[in-house]
């Protein structure tokens, strides 16, 4: 079955960190790139790190830039989220979602030019 399925949330205390896993299969696997998103209650989803499959390129949003790092390990067809030093506001759901083609410059950042999405996995982090 074709699918993306995340994996590694839970409930950390402030200062805490987390590492999240997608596994990618049936060929869902982003060609161009894979992406971390998060959703907290009430507002928009948000691009968090994005990772250019081909060439290894990274990109990390501001708010978590320095605390979170995004990598691949594509024998395993996995893409991670290794999250530092979390704070009450990182409390979200987690989406990992793949790209296959370049559709234009920061194209993997905006959630509607990604095809695949995993369930998600809930992050909360206590004070």
């Known amino acids: 079955q074709a699918q993306l399925l995340e994996s590694g949330g839970g409930s950390v205390q402030a200062g805490g960190s987390l590492r999240l896993s997608c596994v990618a299969s049936g060929d869902t696997y982003g060609k161009y790139c894979m992406g971390w998103f998060r959703q907290a209650p009430g507002k928009e989803l948000e691009a968090v790190a994005v990772?250019?499959?081909?060439?290894?390129?990274?990109s990390t949003a501001d708010s978590v830039n320095g605390r979170f790092t995004i990598s691949q390990d594509k024998s395993r067809n996995t893409v991670y989220l290794q999250m530092n030093s979390l704070k009450p506001e990182d409390t979200a759901m987690y989406y990992c979602a793949s790209q296959q083609k370049f559709t234009g410059n920061g194209s993997c950042l905006r959630p509607t030019n990604l095809g695949t999405w995993g369930q998600g996995t809930q992050v909360t982090v206590s004070s």
């Open positions: 990772i250019y499959t081909r060439g290894g390129g990274t």
